[in-house]
């Protein structure tokens, strides 16, 4: 689809995204590579992340890709570092590396629990707090009178509630925390914009083939105001208006880009039945080839 924004609005602008070897955050980097940004991306898996990088370089974008861990605060570090070593600023962070998976609370180990905690809420803080320093007005390849953006991606999940995915429902619930008072300190402080984008159901993610895979992905479109699916493109455009000059005003607002969605009531699985396609989804990542989502519960 053609983009409604200039091919220049990022120009010049130098994007960090975590999680951007896959799903929504490669869509993000592609796009916003493609609007004039320089991009560095983030991840675990080297294959991954190589293949993202020669991918973004074919269609002429500045890319590069770097190992690391956002629940680790010396991998966020480093990471951050070497964006700014190779590419000479940090303009703009998308925090995009999540994990997730079909689970009752009831079936729920509390290390599962606190694995998506840690890689959802506490990376987040940790690459927004590594990141800082660059991102402030007056940092380092930054003049003093502008700071940086922080864009956190979120879901919808907490805001009426979620069958089974506490664990998620409560990361994400405190990334939207940090959204809003990171946007309030660092605004105040640093002219830095914060916001987040919560997604519905995305065509082609690792989220919505755990999430909903082909057992249940038929459904989902009945309990949807548009009956429809959302694309990769449409979270990529939400997160180009947040970062640009045509979203300047705005901070400390999560957009919700779930063609309404979240305004219906969340259909109900038997549990047996969620505790069971839960397992083959599992195999089934396991069984992947590089660059499928894993997950442990």
Not at 79 to 108: P, Q, Y
Not at 217 to 235: A, F
């Amino acid at each position: 689809m053609a983009s409604p924004f200039r091919s220049d609005i990022l120009k010049g602008k130098v994007t960090l995204i975590t999680g951007g070897g896959s799903g929504i955050g490669f869509e993000i980097a592609t796009q916003f590579g493609l609007h004039g940004a320089s991009i560095a991306i983030m991840g675990r898996r080297k294959q991954v992340l190589d293949s993202a990088v020669a991918a973004l370089r074919s269609l002429g974008i500045w890319a590069f890709g770097f190992e690391g861990d956002v629940r680790k605060q010396e991998d966020a570090s480093s990471v951050v570092e070497s964006t700014f070593n190779n590419l000479g600023s940090l303009d703009i962070l998308v925090n995009a590396a999540a994990g997730n998976f079909l689970v009752s609370a009831e079936d729920l180990s509390p290390n599962g629990f606190r694995t998506v905690m840690d890689i959802d809420s506490v990376g987040t803080f940790t690459m927004c707090h590594q990141a800082l320093k660059y991102l402030k007005k007056g940092g380092p390849g930054r003049n003093s009178l502008t700071g940086g953006t922080i864009i956190n991606i979120s879901a919808t999940l907490h805001y009426t509630a979620a069958w089974y995915q506490i664990h998620v429902s409560a990361a994400k619930a405190a990334v939207d925390a940090i959204t809003r008072n990171l946007a309030l300190e660092w605004g105040a402080d640093h002219d830095i914009r914060v916001n987040g984008i919560a997604p519905g159901p995305i065509q082609g993610t690792p989220g919505l083939s755990k999430l909903a895979p082909e057992e249940i992905n038929s459904k989902i479109r009945e309990d949807m105001p548009l009956y429809r699916i959302g694309e990769k493109w449409d979270i990529a455009m939400a997160a180009l208006y947040l970062s640009s000059d045509a979203g300047k005003y705005v901070n400390g607002t999560t957009i919700i880009a779930d063609g309404g969605m979240w305004l219906s009531s969340p259909r109900r699985l038997p549990k047996d039945a969620v505790k069971q396609l839960s397992r083959v989804v599992e195999k089934r990542s396991r069984n992947s080839p590089v660059g499928a989502p894993k997950s442990k519960l």
